[in-house]
């Protein structure tokens, strides 16, 4: 059977596919400025970063992701898995913010869930 995807996984991939568009924009950008042997210093690269959007995909991206990870929370509080390890669960929850590996971990997790599981 076909994974069905919540809403909140569904703007999380669509953001995250838009951050890598972006974001191969912005390096294919900078690869042409040197190509031309232009020097690329910071003025430049904000530029290159104001022109493609890097930093309003980032916050769209971050905030899919926000919204992803408060959505596992409610998803999982049945799962046995959840339960079991209801403490180390909340530990992850709570690094979230400073962490970027725990950050991933949930990422990961949320992305794993099958709407028809939850």
Known sequence: MKKKHSKAQIDY???REHFLQIS???DKRITELKEEGKEVGQ???EEIIERVGLHRAYNELTQAENVLINWTQTAI???P???QNRTNFEELYEKVKTDAEARGAILNLAMRLNLELV
Do not use: D, H, V, Y
Request: charged share 25%.
């Open 13 to 15: 991939l669509a953001s």
């Open 24 to 26: 191969s924009q912005a």
């Open 43 to 45: 003025a430049e690269m």
């Open 77 to 79: 509080k049945t799962e």
């Open 81 to 83: 898995e959840f339960i």
